[in-house]
């Protein structure tokens, strides 16, 4: 997808999906468990967080500090000896922004069963200059129907996070106006 047919006007060059893609693995301990015995949630959105900004700064060439985390589903317990696959990559770039989605899988460390899917999460990240201020992306070229799927769905979620503060911002500035005090 050109910039043009993207509305921006980069004059970085573009990278294709797979430049960014990475995967952090790490074995689960006692020390990461919650109190029902299973791995904390907390655990898994630090790996996803430390997964998503690796691929934010190798996409963008330098720091990305994390923006929201749009979602975070998790999909079964992780457990104590499970190694852990965090499998990150970049659906889509705005001009200082991108989204990340995040796969987290699971496997025994001792057995030889496949991997099985226990999460996801998207992140936004923005890319910073030394100063904090916010710096240009590169645009990123989806590869596959896969990432072309992946950046159509970035998209939306998008619009959807737009909207969804301005409709707040709205509804604030209307119970201010109405007197309505928080």
Do not use: C
């Amino acid at each position: 997808m050109t910039d043009q047919a993207r509305g921006t006007e980069s004059e970085i060059p573009g990278k294709p999906t797979s430049a960014s893609r990475t995967t952090l693995s790490h074995i689960m301990t006692h020390n990461d468990t919650n109190l029902l015995g299973t791995v904390h949630g907390g655990v898994i959105m630090k790996l996803v967080d430390d997964a998503a900004g690796a691929v934010a700064g190798r996409h963008s060439g330098g720091p990305a500090v994390t923006a929201s985390m749009d979602e975070m589903v998790f999909l079964e317990p992780v457990r104590v000896g499970d190694l852990v696959h965090v499998k990150a990559q970049v659906n889509w770039t705005g001009r200082t922004s991108m989204e990340v989605g995040v796969r987290v899988l699971a496997e025994r460390w001792n057995e030889s069963t496949p991997a099985q899917q226990v999460g996801s999460a998207y992140l936004v990240f923005a890319a910073v200059d030394a100063d904090g201020k916010p710096r240009s992306v590169p645009p990123v070229f989806p590869e596959s129907e896969r990432d072309k799927r992946r950046y159509q769905e970035a998209q939306i979620r998008r619009q959807h996070r737009l909207a969804r503060r301005r409709a707040i911002k709205e509804l604030r500035e209307q119970r201010a106006a109405d007197g309505i005090e928080d």
